[in-house]
């Protein structure tokens, strides 16, 4: 009994180890004052200086949020028409439509990546920020529809009808019965779509124009064109303390 | 003329194939308490839905108060609905699920404080304005769902088998109530169930329905006593026995096996194939055959349940082999028969309701949908 209780134990603290280690580690270096990657010298916060200082991490930033809000927005309200109606009207070919939202997640990003730049060379549509959104959005949007409809099976129609008889019209009923009752699936599926268009790297990589940076790219650029460097590091740090943030207030969101 | 709260004319509704009410008419009083009663699929639901406006009939009339709205969409018609799942809504607090009907009527937030306060009371809740809906016990959301069908002054207030999901201590509790606070508000009920028990406690008045169709509407009494057809006599009350027979008219009934009994005249039966209904009460037993009583027959004494109140009997009989009946126990010296004693079982003419042969009555059927 004790030595189960132990082996499970230890079994813990590995997998949070896998998990975490290699994280953690970077965090610490970006503090690392040598630009050695093994050891560790002294303290310092001259990396996040002149991480600061980079005017073009900060275009960046500010590209991969505004980009990963419109993606929010447009794949939440796709994704939330369609799951909707998939649990309310119960059509027929409904397991067609969740087998098909679900290979978009399924494939490999560099092969999505691939898709949509032929797609677009194809069509003839020049890269911008709009094939890159376009680009996010037709994969977010059935991430959207999954998480939301996860959340509506076993919402109950009654509910409706009972705001019906009360006397709300349709309009009525959707705003104050409806979309209130679907919120905590409208909010899981946006921080996740949001998480998801922010971090992404390889579709970006290849929708984008040329010298329109979102973060992670701008990172990619960096890596490729100076090595490794400690202010990657940093940036790195930066990348993810952002997206724990918003994992972060998700959680505490859906705690509420 | 008497106004009608709620007149339903010759609606039928199909889904599909199915025909799940079948050109059904009724007539509720004002104030009345009513039920629809009936197994499962019999159409109960969905009658209950069209008065609501939740369904569309495919023809016929639905008035209220002597209006028609058979086209008035359900957020027009002044109604009240209790579903079946109570569908309380869950972000909201008991005091915004109450003021619910109000706000979407435009009634003055001081005046909706003074009714929610009001109401809150009636249902025995008072000071629970602020609970959250997961905070209630099932009995106490019961009568939040109750509080805000009814503060809205509807025209009727109709109940889906509300009850269902209670425990039964609870749910008794909760019959009593239902009829209290109907008569309180003095407000029209219309009540569907499957559970003749509640429908037979709190109705004015009950239409049993089957396969779409009403089978017999009248007050609990009369439903009882004088059912309409085989199936009204089987799906009400513990239990019923059924002989099988001819009418032969002058009332005498002739079993198969050739005996006469005397049951009350009804010319319509003539020479048809009917069944004489008695309730398991209705019948004497003794051991001896008793004088003065014209339908007698001998058997023999299958199975003794003890009831407390009263004496179980399962007899067996030339005429029909498990003949079931109930022995008020009203001394503690009567005669308690044990199996494999003779008896003779006999009733009176009245205790007999002749009835037209049904081939099968089913008791329940399967749902249309849910």
Known sequence: ?256 | MTRYAVEIENVTKRFGKVVAVNNVTLRIKENEFFSLLGPSGCGKTTTLRIIAGLETPDTGVVRLRGVDVTNVPTHKRNIGMVFQHLALFPHMNVYDNIAFGLRMRHVPENEIKERVKRILEIVRLPGFESRRINQLSGGQQQRVALARALVIEPDVLLLDEPLGALDLKIRQHMMVELKRIQREVGTTFIYVTHDQNEAMVMSDRLAVMRNGVIQQVAPPHEIYMKPANMFVASFIGEAINFFEGVYKGNGEFETKEGVIFKVADDPQLINKKTVIAIRPERFQISDKPPEGIPNTIKGTIEITVFKGSSIEYRVKTPINDNVIVFVPNISPTMKIFNPGDTVYISWSVEAGVLLPYEEKIELETIPVRR
């Open chain 1, 1 to 256: 009994m004790k030595l189960t209780d132990l082996f499970l134990k230890v079994y813990f603290y590995i997998m949070l180890a896998l998990v975490y280690f290699p994280i953690a580690i970077l965090i610490l270096f970006s503090f690392n004052e040598s630009r050695s990657k093994l050891a560790f010298t002294g303290f310092t916060i001259e990396n996040y200086i002149s991480l600061i200082n980079d005017r073009a991490v900060w275009v960046s930033f500010y590209n991969s949020i505004w980009i990963a809000i419109v993606v929010v927005i447009i794949s939440i309200f796709l994704g939330l028409m369609l799951a909707y109606a998939i649990v309310r009207y119960n059509p027929k070919g409904k397991d067609i439509i969740d087998t098909l939202m679900l290979i978009p997640i399924i494939i490999p990003e560099i092969i999505e990546a691939l898709t949509l730049l032929v797609f677009f060379l194809i069509l003839g549509i020049p890269l911008s920020p709009a094939t890159i959104i376009i680009g996010h959005a037709a994969f977010d949007i059935p991430l959207a529809y999954i998480i939301i409809k996860a959340r509506l099976v076993g919402y109950d129609p009654q509910y409706e009808e009972a705001a019906r008889t009360l006397g709300a019209d349709e309009i009525q009923t959707l705003f104050r019965v409806t979309l209130p009752m679907l919120m905590p699936g409208i909010l899981a599926a946006a921080f996740m779509t949001f998480v998801w268009s922010y971090d992404d790297f390889i579709k970006t990589f290849f929708t984008k124009p040329i010298g329109f940076n979102t973060l992670p790219v701008y990172l990619w650029t960096k890596l490729s064109r100076r090595g490794f460097s400690l202010d990657v590091n940093a940036l790195c740090t930066f990348i993810i303390v952002i997206s724990i943030l918003f994992t972060y207030i998700r959680m505490k969101i859906i705690q509420e």
